[in-house]
């Protein structure tokens, strides 16, 4: 079935950049999301991407997508301390309303 | 906008006894719903989708008799854990779809805040 892979763990200081990876392996994805989860709370939803782009920028945040590699990745700029959480890459396939969630990066960010 | 409400936000119960979580969406109408969990320190599985005025499709592996769903109205999904077991304790979390969005937006899920179930 569809695989959906994040590394675990990323620390980053104050007010440097981030970049969060993901890999998934489902060749007709079509829109790749990105969540954030802080502590006991559910996702809220950050950004996405359509399959046919490569880049989509919102503020502070960047999103890349290579779709030959069936790579995604998030850029933080100017990360903060209320940026730490759990970020969870997710795809969605075709008309399918189902997301596949990647295992999560933890966001660590110290002063 | 695009508000999702669950509750209770945590509830604690006996082996053996059902516990019915609510998942409300306050400011749309949701023609479909998710109900997932989470374990500690793990990625969200996805138990089931709830079609509303319709029977939910369940995952595989998930005991439909077991996790009960019903979608009474746009705005409402309840999940049931009956007979609930210690090994059922985990973070549940459900979504929405916006009916009223088109086009990219309509894929777009919005997370309730999850209800951390505990089974003494």
């Known amino acids: ?111 | 906008g695009a508000v999702v409400s669950q509750h209770p936000s945590r509830v604690i119960c006996k082996s053996g006894t059902s516990v019915k979580i609510e998942c409300r969406s306050l400011d749309f109408q949701a023609t479909t719903m998710f109900w997932y969990r989470q374990f500690p320190k793990q990625s969200l599985m996805l138990m089931a989708t709830s079609n509303e005025g319709s029977k939910a499709t369940y995952e595989q592996g998930v005991e439909k008799d077991k996790f009960l769903i019903n979608h009474a109205s746009l705005t409402l999904s309840t999940l049931t854990v009956t007979s609930a077991h210690p090994e059922d304790s985990s973070f549940y979390i459900c979504s929405a779809r916006d009916r009223g969005l088109a086009g990219d937006r309509s894929y777009e899920q919005y997370f309730g805040p999850g209800t951390r179930l505990t089974v003494t």
């Open chain 1, 1 to 111: 079935g569809e695989d959906v892979e994040q590394s675990l763990f990323l620390s980053v200081r104050e007010g440097d950049s981030s970049v969060i990876n993901c890999t998934y392996t489902d060749s007709s994805s079509t829109y790749l999301y990105w969540y954030k989860q802080e502590p006991g709370a559910g996702l809220q939803l950050l950004t996405y991407i359509f399959s046919n782009m490569d880049m989509k920028q919102d503020q502070r945040l960047t999103v890349l997508l290579n779709k030959k590699d069936k790579h995604l990745s998030l850029r933080i700029a100017d990360t903060q301390t209320g940026d730490s959480a759990i970020y969870f890459c997710a795809d969605a396939t075709g008309t399918a309303s189902k997301l596949t969630f990647g295992t999560g990066t933890r966001l660590q960010v110290t002063l």
